[in-house]
T-cell receptor, first 109, second 114 residues
Framework: DAKTTQPTSMDCAEGRAANLPCNHS???????VYWYRQIHSQGPQYIIH???NNETNEMASLIITEDRKSSTLILPHATLRDTAVYYC??????????FGPGTRLSVLP | NAGVTQTPKFRILKIGQSMTLQCTQD?????MYWYRQDPGMGLKLIYY???????DKGEVPNGYNVSRSTTEDFPLRLELAAPSQTSVYFC?????????????FGQGTRLTVV
């Protein structure tokens, strides 16, 4: 499995952009990068995923480097409700979602 | 659509008791999964199913059983509850296991074994 590395924790000021990095240096050419988040002990919530092009939806933007060895999830205007654990997952074809420890994002007032 | 629904939300079991955690989805997804999450840790896969009548073990299957008689339902059974099974359990579903398919999660069942 392609493994990911994320910082353990990050802080962000409310209203500012939150940029969450993820390293996945062993990713293969056809593997997608997925981002989920988990607020308190709720079920993980899907945010976004991408292959090699940058992606944007109503929740966030995903920037993947040209060599695909790293990516950044961007929450453009973080709110207190965005405080959560964010998981970066590289999914091997035909395999299941494997969750690591993630990044604990704290949005501060 | 309700998405993925889990019941109960909370349960306390005594050591040696058994119970079934229920999971149902209304998205007509073929693939369903059970994860457990211990405090401060990531999710670990217990069992998964690629369709009705087909199940397979994940990373931590010991002490659990599953069945998949319908597309909608994927119950998880604990036969002899042990304190090590105290955890939060999440059920998830996806349309396929293809690379370009996200999974949707239920809100979890918090189980305590005493």
């Amino acid at each position: 499995d392609a493994k990911t590395t994320q910082p353990t924790s990050m802080d962000c000021a409310e209203g500012r952009a939150a940029n969450l990095p993820c390293n996945h240096s062993t990713i293969s050419g056809n593997e997608y990068v997925y981002w989920y988040r988990q607020i308190h002990s709720q079920g993980p919530q899907y945010i976004i995923h991408g292959l090699k092009n940058n992606e944007t939806n109503e929740m966030a933007s995903l920037i993947i480097t040209e060599d695909r060895k790293s990516s950044t999830l961007i929450l453009p205007h973080a709110t207190l409700r965005d405080t959560a654990v964010y998981y970066c997952i590289v999914r091997v074809g035909g395999q299941n979602f494997v969750f690591g420890p993630g990044t604990r994002l704290s949005v501060l007032p | 659509n309700a998405g993925v629904t889990q019941t109960p939300k909370f349960r306390i079991l005594k050591i040696g008791q058994s119970m079934t955690l229920q999971c149902t989805q209304d998205m007509n997804h073929n693939y369903m999964y059970w994860y457990r999450q211990d405090p401060g840790m990531g999710l670990k896969l217990i069992y998964y199913s690629v369709g009705a009548g087909i199940t397979d073990k994940g990373e931590v299957p010991n002490g659990y059983n599953v069945s998949r008689s319908t597309t909608e339902d994927f119950p998880l059974r604990l036969e002899l509850a042990a304190p090590s099974q105290t955890s939060v359990y999440f059920c998830a579903s996806s349309y396929s296991r293809g690379l370009n398919t996200e999974a949707f999660f239920g809100q979890g069942t918090r189980l305590t074994v005493v």
